[in-house]
């Protein structure tokens, strides 16, 4: 886990729930451990709802690469959409594309 601040935009406070941003700040946390040197400030997460399952797609620019994670018997109300983590060296920020 990070010792960096962490803010959420008020479109995600409202928007996302709890449970997805727990999650994705989980991912973020295992891709810093994972990725390192090689990690760009900007990740970008995809969420895909496929009714009894819901696929996160995570990717970045430089270098580019791309994962995908699948939770498998979810029943959560999620709608399909796209949030990034700006990684900053001082806080990380989590926001929806339109909120930039």
């Known amino acids: ?19 997805i941003q ?7 946390d295992s891709i810093v451990i994972i990725r390192k040197d090689k990690m760009d400030y900007l990740q970008v997460f995809e969420i ?3 009714c009894k399952s819901i ?4 990717h970045q620019e430089q270098p580019y690469l791309k994962q995908e994670i699948v939770l498998e ?19 990380q920020t989590m ?6």
């Open 48 to 50: 895909v709802n496929n």
């Open 55 to 58: 696929k996160i797609t995570n």
């Open 95 to 100: 926001l929806f594309p339109s909120d930039y």
């Open 22 to 28: 727990a999650l994705l700040w989980g991912l973020l």
């Open 73 to 91: 018997h979810v029943l959560m109300n999620v709608k399909a959409t796209v949030v990034w983590i700006i990684n900053e060296p001082n806080k």
């Open 1 to 19: 886990m990070t010792s960096k601040p962490r803010y959420m935009t008020r479109a995600i406070n409202e928007e996302l729930s709890i449970e």
